[in-house]
C-alpha cells in the first residue's frame, strides 16, 4: 500500500515531470511537423476548433461547422456552449497546432495523474501510452485525460481546501460526463464541495447564457439529448453496459437492472473506500461506474485505466502481471479483432461477444473482485475486534 502520510521524495516529482514534459515536447515536435508538411491531424480538436470559429465567426454552434477542414468527417459540436468558450484560443492556430495543444495538454495531465495517484511511478508514464484509450486520445486531439487530471487534483489532491469541487465543476462545463463525480462527493460526505461543484458548473453554464443564448437555449433544449444517439447506439466503440445490452439483445429491461446493480455496487465500494482513507481508489470506483452507466462511453472515454495501472503499480506485491493483463485488455487488439460496423455486431458469436465487450466485462469481473476484498477485510477486522 502507498503510504500517503509521507510525502514522496523529490526525486519522483522529477521523474515524473521530466517524463511528463518529454512526451508534451515531442507531440508539439510532431504537430510542427505535420503542420509543415500539410498532413492531416486531429479529428476531434479540428471540431473544438471549428467550434471556436463559428462562435468568434457569428455562426451557429450546432449547425454545420464551416470550418471543418476537408479531411476531416463532418462532425457537430456535442459539447455545452461554455467548452466553445474555452476552446476559443485554439482558433488563433492552424489545425495541427491546435491538436498540437490538445496533445501536450494530455501529456501534462498524465503528469499531474501520476503525481495525484503514485509519483514514484512517473518513469513508467511513456510505457503507458500504449494503452488504447490514451493514444487514442491523444490521436484524436481529445480532453479526457485534461478533465481527468481535473478531477483527481479536485478530488484527492484539494481535498479539505476552501476551492475543493470548482475544478469538478469547471470539467463538467467542458463535458457533461464528471457530473458523475458531484454524486462521488455527496456519497463520501463532502456535501459542501458538491455545492461548490455544482455553483462552478452553474456560474459557466450562466456564462454561456450571457455570451451565447441562442446556442445555450438550442444545446439545453434539444442538441443534449440526442448527441451521438445515444439512446441507441450498439457500434463496438461504445463500451458502456447499454452498448453491451444493445448488442446482445436490442432494448431491454435488463439494462435498468444492471445499471441499478452498477451504482448499488459502486456506492457501496465508493464508501467503504474512503472510509478506509483510500480516496484515489474511492474515485477510481466511481469513475468506472460512471463509464459503464453511461448511455455512451466511447472506447477513448477509458482513459481511467492509466491512474489504474499506477495504483496496481504503488499496491500490489508483483504487479508487472497485473499490469501486463490491464495492458492485454486496453491495448486496442479487441476491437481489431471482431466484426464492426454495419449493424454487424448485431450478430456476434459468444466468443467475438466476449472480446467485443471486453471493456465493460472487464470493469464488472473487476468491480466483483474489489467487493470481495472489501468484504474480505471488514470480515477480518470485525473477527479481529471479536478476539
Known sequence: MIDTARRPPPAAFRTTAIASGAVACALVV???????????????????????????????????????????????????PSAALVFLPLAALPTQLAWGVLAAATALGLGAVARVVHPGAGWALPLLLVLEPVWRTIGLGQVNVVLMALVLVDLVALRGSRFSGVLVGLAAAIKLTPLVFVLHLLVTRRGADALRALGAFALAGCAGFALLPGDAVRYWSSTVFGANSALSNAWSGNQSLNGLVRRFAGDSFVLVLLVLAGVVGAVFLARALDDRGDGVGAVLVTAFCGLLVSPISWTHHWVWVFPLCLVVLGRVRRPWSAVVGIVALFSGWTFAAVPRGDGRELAWTPLESLVGNAYVLGAVVGGAVVVHAVRARRRASRAGLRV
Request: zero cysteines.
Open 30 to 80: 510532431a504537430a510542427l511537423v505535420w503542420w509543415a508538411r500539410g498532413w492531416p491531424l486531429g479529428i476531434d480538436s479540428a471540431v473544438y476548433r471549428s467550434g471556436a470559429l463559428a462562435v468568434l465567426n457569428g455562426e451557429p454552434l450546432y449547425e454545420r461547422l464551416t470550418a471543418t477542414p476537408d479531411w476531416s468527417p463532418d462532425l457537430p459540436f456535442a459539447y455545452p
